[in-house]
């Protein structure tokens, strides 16, 4: 019987004839998980033989993986803010990027939160996850999304703190929040082509691109948002690298204050952020 190291080595070669810059790290992401075993783990079982269904699901994972069938869709699952998240191909792959925006957010407290866009509901569970006392709701347009957004609030205790509800923006959305965040598609459709494959050809385009210039989403929100707040109100948006200007912009006519742009760890603008006035009965109110 073969051993986990030789079965490492060869998935290794496969991903790395296949072109993929990663591929060590990517096969022993998809050996840990055909072994059933933490990805820190599994050197500790290298030496180990390994058994004929365990081949089975790596050489299953690894073919997939030269298709460029990303690595979290093919194990079901991504960690995102130190959270494990359930991932499927109806959502959007949770990014390290948008941890900024969570961050960004925790920067303040809050009590009520909307995700526009929400996804796996990475951003909203997060936040939730960081804030005890804060409720959330989630809105998508995929019924599909929702369900693994719902199924992740479960997974992870939230579910009596999330809601979801699906939603065009703001049309489905009752009340007001003293956060609101989104990640929304911003891709434009002439930069369509220029992508990854493991994006391009196994992510929902919805969760991609609106189309156009790819700015449409964020015309919408900022239109629909300053009503949405509280006095007081904070909105944080992540970005293409080349949208700050014009995001903060839109904000900035709906009559917006203290817009900022947060920069990723690669220098680029990754997240506008922005408050409504806060004309001191802000806190509290429905």
Not at 146 to 170: C, I, K
Request: glycine share 10%.
């Amino acid at each position: 019987m073969s051993r986990a190291q030789d079965a490492l080595r060869a998935g290794i070669a496969r991903l790395t004839e296949a072109g993929l810059a990663d591929a060590p790290r990517d096969a022993r992401r998809l050996l840990a998980h055909a072994l059933g075993v933490a990805p820190e783990r599994l050197t500790v079982v290298l030496h180990d033989p390994i058994a004929p269904d365990q081949q089975a699901a790596f050489d299953a994972g690894i073919a997939a993986r030269a298709a460029r069938q990303p690595v979290s869709q093919i194990i079901g699952s991504r960690l995102f803010w130190g959270l494990e998240f359930r991932v499927t191909r109806d959502t959007l792959d949770p990014r390290p990027e948008t941890e900024i925006l969570v961050e960004a957010a925790l920067e303040q407290p809050f009590l009520k939160l909307l995700d526009l866009g929400t996804g796996t509901g990475c951003i909203l569970l997060s936040l939730l996850k960081a804030m005890p006392f804060a409720t959330g709701l989630g809105t998508d347009l995929s019924e599909a999304a929702l369900a693994v957004a719902q199924d992740n609030a479960d997974r992870l205790g939230l579910a009596a703190r999330a809601q979801f509800r699906r939603s065009d923006w703001f049309a489905q959305v009752p009340g007001r929040f003293d956060l609101i965040v989104s990640n929304p598609p911003y891709i434009a459709a002439d930069e369509m082509a220029g992508l990854d494959p493991d994006v391009r050809d196994w992510e929902p385009h919805a969760a991609l691109t609106p189309g156009g210039d790819g700015l449409d989403p964020y015309r919408a929100i900022a239109l629909g948002a300053f009503s949405r707040l509280m006095p007081g109100g904070r909105i944080l948006l992540e970005i293409g690298p080349t949208q700050g200007e014009a995001v903060s912009a839109f904000l900035a006519a709906q009559g917006f204050e203290g817009i900022a742009v947060r920069k990723d760890w690669d220098g680029r603008d990754r997240v506008v952020m922005a408050q409504k006035p806060d004309d001191g009965t802000g806190c509290g109110c429905a």
